[in-house]
């Protein structure tokens, strides 16, 4: 048992059978990081991944669903976001961009559209974008398939983990002994 993760997990209010799962089975927050359910995984990394790195996953979640945007204006949002991130454009920019996506997506947005234009906001956040991805990428599954969209929303909440554990492991050097 870990006093890092109970610590953790109190701090951030995670919920108590989420808890007691990690504390049950897993030594060091680098062992949830790499267990943790997708949901679960994702609500840390909003908790300790600074904002250029949520950022750029958020991107990233939009742009496994690019072709479900419905106009490049969103597309340009998310390609600012990122180059924010990275620094290569200004706050200024950034808010151009949100503007012109929020102006553009009224109160008819599409889930991938919502998306897209929550990338470019002053604080992102991740879960949002990422929830938001993964439903819009149930939406595309026709209505009649039933039992598809629960699959496609759950294949693509394991990309966003498996993306997350890949690149930003916030807690990589605690779990190497």
């Keep these: 048992m870990s006093k890092q993760v109970i610590d953790?997990?109190?701090?951030?209010?995670?919920?108590?059978?989420?808890?007691q799962k990690a504390i049950d089975s897993c030594d060091s927050m680098h062992d949830?990081?790499?267990?943790?359910?997708?949901e679960?995984?994702?609500y840390i990394a909003t908790c300790v991944l600074p904002d250029k790195d949520a950022r750029l996953f958020s991107c990233w979640c939009v742009m496994q669903i690019w072709h479900l945007l419905t106009d490049d204006i969103f597309k340009i949002a998310v390609i600012v976001a990122e180059k924010y991130a990275s620094g290569e454009v200004t706050p200024d920019e950034l808010d151009a961009a949100r503007v012109a996506a929020d102006l553009l997506?009224?109160?008819?947005?599409?889930?991938?559209?919502?998306?897209a234009r929550w990338t470019t906001d002053e604080i992102v956040v991740a879960i949002d974008v990422a929830t938001a991805s993964a439903y819009a990428a149930g939406a595309a599954v026709p209505v009649d398939a039933g039992w598809a969209y629960d699959t496609t929303v759950d294949d693509a909440r394991e990309a966003q983990a498996a993306y997350l554990r890949e690149r930003f492991n916030p807690f990589l050097k605690e779990g190497k002994k």
């Design 40 to 42: 679960l995984l994702i």
């Design 8 to 19: 953790f997990f109190s701090t951030h209010k995670i919920c108590p059978d989420e808890r």
């Design 105 to 115: 997506a009224g109160d008819e947005a599409t889930w991938a559209d919502n998306a």
């Design 32 to 38: 949830v990081w790499l267990t943790a359910h997708p």
